[in-house]
């Protein structure tokens, strides 16, 4: 049998073959490097923990604002065809579906003939308490503790409301 003759190989690609196939000293990773790397994700885990805590926070905030203005504007509606506000049974009982988010406790805290009224919202994995004052032009901050028309006193012949839990 003849050999053909081989063509002759040049310097670069010879070099390049011998990169390709693995030498005694290319075993992996070494123990130092495994541990950089854990350490490098370790740091950015820890950096982007806090955020997303605080992003999910602000989520169960928004689910019970969502909640609080969605009551008012059922008061209001509840209110142009009857001469007061209603409490959630009386709403619910006109056909306002009322249904908060899940673990979103919605109340009429507070309600006063046609003068006002006072909503409060809370989730249950949120340690702020919500709350909507009618007569306060709307949606109190959150370093609101209670309802300033509850305190007030000026609204007299109010009632209490009740509440509702998603």
Wanted: proline fraction near 5%; charge should be positive.
């Amino acid at each position: 049998m003849k050999h053909l003759p081989q063509a002759p190989q040049s310097d670069g690609l010879t070099r390049f073959a011998q990169r390709l196939t693995p030498s005694r000293d290319d075993r992996g990773f070494t123990l130092i490097e495994l541990l950089v790397v854990i350490i490098i994700i370790g740091i950015l885990a820890s950096s982007a923990l806090p955020l997303f805590v605080s992003q999910k926070r602000k989520a169960f905030d928004a689910s019970a604002k969502s909640g609080l203005r969605s009551l008012a504007v059922f008061q209001e509606a509840y209110l142009s065809g009857n001469s007061s506000y209603g409490d959630i049974a009386d709403l619910q009982g006109q056909g306002f579906g009322i249904t908060p988010s899940k673990n979103v406790t919605i109340s009429v805290v507070y309600r006063a003939a046609s003068t006002g009224y006072c909503l409060s919202a809370k989730h249950a994995n949120s340690p702020t308490t919500w709350y909507f004052d009618s007569q306060a032009g709307g949606l109190l901050g959150s370093s609101a503790t209670s309802c300033p028309m509850t305190n007030s006193g000026t609204t007299p012949g109010g009632s209490a409301g009740s509440s509702l839990t998603g």
